[in-house]
């Protein structure tokens, strides 16, 4: 199998644009030998994360929720905290959800890094 490495620079470029199209590398659905149940993708670099843009108002809007699986554990942060707290995790999210939810995503999500 044949990987190649991809460098994106995401300079003003729209959040959940950039992730389906990180997302797409990472499965290898450009290569005309794609097959679903198989990990073909390929290696991707990310740089100047903290200069991505959001559309709407997104950052005031849109939250992140998880619970810690105790008692009263609910935890709620909003993008704009999160964004300043740690610009890589926000696109790290993204494209986690964009990524298939199976074996194979924990596998294709190693190949993302982020500078």
Not at 44 to 64: P, R
Not at 85 to 91: G, I, N, Q, S, T
């Amino acid at each position: 199998m044949d990987r190649k490495t991809y460098t994106i620079d995401v300079t003003g470029r729209i959040l959940g644009r950039l992730a389906t199209q990180i997302a797409n590398l990472l499965r290898g659905k450009r290569k005309p030998s794609f097959v679903r149940d198989k990990d073909m993708g390929d290696f991707v670099v990310i740089k100047n994360v903290d200069k991505i843009s959001f559309t709407g108002k997104k950052l005031l809007q849109k939250k992140y929720r998880h619970h810690t699986e105790y008692l009263g554990g609910y935890k709620e942060i909003t993008l704009r905290k999160l964004f300043e707290k740690d610009p890589r995790k926000v696109l790290r999210k993204a494209v986690w959800g964009m990524l298939p939810k199976n074996s194979l995503r924990k596998d294709q999500i190693k190949r993302l890094k982020i500078m």
